[in-house]
């Protein structure tokens, strides 16, 4: 008989749970890169809109000096690249931990001059932006990596820089994606070198993710 059971980009068989969600052996049961990876072969990519968030768009849209460097971590396939290099960005960095989404990556911009696709950690990541894009990737992350997130997010933006995005306004049963609230992040943001210029419910959310997406922006304290 055939064997449907899916297999990663690293070779292991990969199990789905109810959810349709990659289960991966207890030994990769940790959120690195082969989780990662496992999900990306395995097609689980639940979490990609298909296109760049409207709040996200209209942030863009209102950047005027398109030189600026951007960087779009956790990046999946970066829709967000995408539309930023229609509008005329020319500086764009997208990084991702995962070899199968930077393979789809590498193809999809091989034209493409303006944007640097890395594969890599985040939280390895070295560089100076002047944007750095958030878009489900705090979400995707060990919430005991928030502080981490922050503290990094700080080294990487320039003086005046400026970190935004979304963040889920809500809980999740089970993560990834891990959720929260306003009153749960502003403080990890506070605590860890940022400081939060805005974080409102957003109207500019996908219709299926409306009313439960803060958008916000924070820049480095220092
Ligand atoms: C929930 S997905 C979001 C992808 C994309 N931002 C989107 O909204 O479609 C999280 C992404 O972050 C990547 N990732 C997870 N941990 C990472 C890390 N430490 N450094 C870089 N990328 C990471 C995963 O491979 C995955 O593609």
């Known amino acids: ?88 960005f020319t500086n764009i960095t997208v990084i991702d931990i995962a070899p199968v989404a930077v393979r789809i990556l590498k193809e999809k911009f091989s034209n493409q001059p303006n944007i640097q696709v890395i594969q890599g950690d985040f939280f390895e990541h070295e560089g100076a932006y002047d944007v750095i894009v958030e878009q489900t990737f705090f979400c995707a992350i060990d919430p005991l990596l928030r502080a981490s997130y922050c503290e990094k997010m700080q080294k990487l933006l320039k003086p005046n820089g400026v970190l935004g995005g979304l963040l889920f306004d809500r809980k999740f049963e089970q993560g990834p994606p891990f959720g929260g609230c306003k009153c749960e992040y502003t403080p990890i943001f506070h605590k860890n070198g940022l400081e939060v210029l805005e974080m409102d419910i957003t109207g500019g959310s996908i219709p299926e993710r409306q009313g439960s997406e803060l958008f916000f922006k924070a820049k480095s304290k220092n």
Do not use: R
């Not at 991966?24 to 690195?32: A, F, G, M, S």
């Not at 639940?46 to 863009?60: C, N, Q, S």
């Not at 849209?61 to 970066?78: F, M, R, T």
């Open 1 to 88: 008989m055939k064997d449907l059971t899916p297999k990663t980009d690293i070779g292991l068989s990969c199990t789905m749970d109810e959810n349709g969600c990659c289960i991966v052996p207890d030994q990769q049961n940790q959120l690195d890169w082969a989780y990662w990876d496992n999900q990306w072969a395995a097609g689980q990519t639940g979490w990609d809109i298909g296109y760049v968030a409207p709040a996200l768009k209209d942030w863009f849209d209102s950047i005027e000096d398109k030189s600026l460097s951007v960087l779009i971590p956790g990046c999946g396939n970066a829709h967000e690249a995408e539309y930023l290099l229609s509008i005329g």
